[in-house]
């Protein structure tokens, strides 16, 4: 029987070897192939949004995952989220959002969802996706969002610690309005394991984990 492929498209190199890790993990038997571009995210942050030229180039690697004989496709960057699912429905293949089992997942579970992020660029895409799968879904929710002023700066210039620092307070104060808390960005996710029990009011969803998990309920 032929194994069944798996394309990933990163904006991030950081990502891969996670992404490795957790395929490894929950997809045994599933061959995986990357492909990586971070100027795509570069470009977002200086144009300040998703332009029509990323979201070309996006659908460029789409086509290109689908050439490459992936059975199905999923993105690892929300950023660019909006316009993944425009290109899905040009691509002959299923192809995922990172960040829709979460935001399922916190839907089903939780009214008060909150999100967390150190791009604003992420940010809205991120708080869109769970506003449309609610109603989707038939259900109601308050959405609040934060975003983690120069945490992503400070990360970018080589200080991790001040990042984790900033998310981190971010999180233990924005767990005292919701139900649950979803990270708008994979690169957080770490510092959730650096909090301390007491400070983990809620819990908080990280995309990685869960995408793949669903990932093994389809492939």
């Given at each position: 029987m032929k194994?069944?492929?798996l394309?990933?498209?990163?904006?991030?190199?950081?990502?891969v070897p996670?992404?490795?890790?957790?395929?490894?993990?929950?997809l045994?038997?599933?061959?995986?192939?990357?492909i990586?571009?971070?100027?795509?995210?570069?470009?977002?942050?200086?144009a300040?949004?998703?332009t029509a030229?990323i979201?070309?180039?996006?659908?460029?690697y789409?086509?290109s995952?689908?050439?490459?004989?992936?059975?199905y496709?999923?993105v690892?960057?929300s950023?660019?989220?909006?316009a993944?699912?425009a290109g899905?429905?040009l691509?002959?293949?299923?192809?995922l959002r990172?960040?829709?089992?979460?935001?399922d997942?916190?839907?089903a579970t939780a009214?008060?969802i909150?999100v967390?992020?150190?791009l604003?660029?992420?940010?809205e895409?991120?708080?869109?996706l769970?506003?449309?799968?609610?109603?989707?879904?038939g259900?109601e929710?308050e959405l609040?969002s934060r975003?983690c002023?120069g945490?992503?700066?400070a990360l970018?210039?080589?200080?991790?610690?001040?990042?984790d620092?900033k998310?981190?307070?971010?999180?233990?104060e924005?767990?005292k309005?919701?139900?649950?808390?979803?990270?708008?960005q994979?690169s957080m996710?770490?510092?959730v394991?650096?909090?301390?029990?007491?400070?983990?009011?809620?819990?908080i969803?990280?995309s990685?984990?869960?995408a793949?998990?669903?990932?093994?309920?389809?492939l």
């Amino acid at each position: 029987m032929k194994k069944k492929r798996l394309g990933l498209i990163h904006t991030s190199a950081t990502l891969v070897p996670v992404f490795a890790q957790l395929c490894k993990d929950k997809l045994p038997g599933v061959e995986v192939f990357n492909i990586v571009d971070d100027s795509l995210v570069k470009g977002i942050i200086a144009a300040g949004s998703l332009t029509a030229q990323i979201s070309r180039r996006v659908v460029g690697y789409l086509e290109s995952a689908e050439l490459a004989g992936a059975d199905y496709i999923m993105v690892t960057c929300s950023s660019i989220g909006p316009a993944v699912e425009a290109g899905a429905k040009l691509i002959g293949v299923p192809v995922l959002r990172v960040d829709q089992p979460m935001a399922d997942q916190a839907v089903a579970t939780a009214k008060k969802i909150g999100v967390i992020a150190t791009l604003a660029t992420t940010l809205e895409p991120t708080a869109d996706l769970i506003r449309r799968r609610a109603s989707q879904a038939g259900k109601e929710i308050e959405l609040t969002s934060r975003l983690c002023e120069g945490a992503f700066e400070a990360l970018m210039g080589g200080d991790a610690a001040t990042h984790d620092a900033k998310v981190a307070a971010a999180l233990k104060e924005l767990s005292k309005h919701v139900e649950v808390i979803v990270l708008a960005q994979a690169s957080m996710a770490r510092v959730v394991d650096t909090l301390a029990a007491e400070d983990k009011l809620v819990p908080i969803l990280a995309s990685p984990g869960i995408a793949v998990d669903y990932l093994a309920t389809v492939l």
